[in-house]
């Protein structure tokens, strides 16, 4: 199973915490998977021991949803979640005509391509929380710049992504990054994965479908263990693998 961690997102709304959800609700999460399809829940649902095991065994699982547009890449994807829109009427029509912008670059001295919502067109839940309660706040955290920016719509708020080893954001929301992130950041949190070893969690029985499957990778190293890139490589590679959840959660959380 590829998936991986696209955007951990959270909303926090001003006032007292509520007696019960009948008063509202204080606190919105908001966890997207990219390549997760949703048979993957029950067709894996024995294997899950964590999280996802949590949300089958108490949570509401609707398995035939369905985002009613035929571009399914990440960018327009993103731009939908929360905008209710789909892509004709956000401007996201693809990846390529996401997010990238030459005139909003990258904080912290990283190369590579600037990024924004300037595409994007209308508003999303966060502008509309925001217009009945003023104090709400959102953080938005992802390994990929266009699943951090795109469900916040167009709003210069706490924006963040990873480049090469470390988060960050561009000069579109800040002209500097908050202590915290430097902190996080400084703390060089991938290069003590470096050279680790990616191994099964269950039992080889607990899997009954094949280890080894020649397409993947290249047709290189497709079967268990896998050893992670060096403390050279570790950075910018670190993406590839499932660490790079761990390290998204982390910082959301810290954040």
């Known amino acids: 199973m590829t998936a991986f961690l696209a955007w951990v997102f959270a909303f926090v709304t001003g006032g007292p915490p509520p007696s019960s959800m009948d008063h509202g609700v204080s606190l919105i999460v908001l966890v997207t998977v990219d390549q997760l399809r949703p048979d993957y829940l029950i067709r ?14 108490a949570g509401t699982l609707y398995d035939h949803a ?8 990440t960018a327009p994807g993103h731009a939908t979640l929360l905008s209710g829109r789909e892509p004709a009427s956000t401007g996201i029509l693809d990846n390529d005509y996401g997010v990238g912008d030459p005139g909003a670059t990258l904080l912290g001295g990283h190369r ?6 300037r595409r994007f067109q209308g508003t999303s839940l966060f502008d509309w929380l925001l217009a009945t309660e003023p104090a709400t706040r959102v953080l938005s955290v992802s390994r990929k710049d266009r699943a951090a920016i795109l469900p916040v719509g167009r709003a210069r708020a706490p924006v963040y992504w990873w480049v090469d080893g470390m988060f960050t954001t561009s000069r579109y929301y800040a002209d500097s990054l908050p202590a915290w992130v430097r902190a996080f950041d400084a703390r060089r949190p991938a ?3 470096a050279g680790a070893r990616w191994n099964l969690l269950l039992p080889p029985s607990a899997y009954p479908e094949p280890d080894t499957v020649a397409y993947e990778n290249g047709g290189r190293d497709v079967s268990f263990p896998h050893r992670l890139p060096g403390r050279w490589r570790i950075g910018e590679e670190i993406e590839d693998y499932p660490w790079i959840d761990s390290l998204t959660l982390a910082f959301a959380l810290e954040g």
Do not use: C, M, V
């Open 44 to 57: 894996y649902r024995s294997q899950f021991t964590g999280g996802l095991r949590a949300l089958l065994d």
């Open 191 to 193: 290069k003590s994965l």
């Open 112 to 117: 590579g391509d600037g990024a924004s919502p």
């Open 66 to 73: 369905r985002q009613n547009h035929a571009i399914t890449e």
